[in-house]
């Protein structure tokens, strides 16, 4: 399975974006979507992942009470971006969870948990 994001764009502070990651196939032996981002010369970032298998939403400081995951009945994940920042400038990417959360020890941000990356796709906040 490939995943494919879009939705990003150009847009100003205060402003609201909808990113989608759509699966080319159906996922399965997975453990849920995470949504990372990773802006020039820093190391990449998670900030959200859906559980698959209860719905179960986790979010990085952050974007915590700005940026909502969410997935369709299909295997479409959203990512629900409100009062973007500058620091919000970043490429993001989406990838499926390849281990369960539990085995990280709650730590589900960690890039080497995570498979089948998509191209990703550029959000840049500016005034």
């Known amino acids: 399975v490939q995943y494919v994001e879009s939705g990003g764009g150009l847009v100003q502070p205060g402003d609201s974006l909808r990113l989608s990651c759509a699966a080319s196939?159906?996922?399965?032996?997975?453990?849920?979507i995470g949504w990372f981002r990773q802006a020039p010369g820093k190391q990449r970032e998670g900030i959200s992942f859906?559980?698959?298998?209860?719905?179960?939403t986790y979010y990085a400081d952050s974007v915590k009470g700005r940026f909502t995951i969410v997935r369709d009945n299909s295997v479409t994940v959203f990512l629900q971006m409100n009062s973007l920042k500058s620091e919000d400038t970043a490429n993001y990417y989406c990838a499926e969870r390849a281990v369960p959360p539990e085995f990280s020890g709650g730590h589900v941000f960690y890039p080497a948990d995570y498979r089948s990356w998509g191209q990703g796709t550029q959000v840049t906040v500016s005034s």
């Open positions: 196939g159906v996922p399965s032996d997975y453990f849920g």
């Open positions: 859906i559980d698959s298998r209860n719905g179960r």
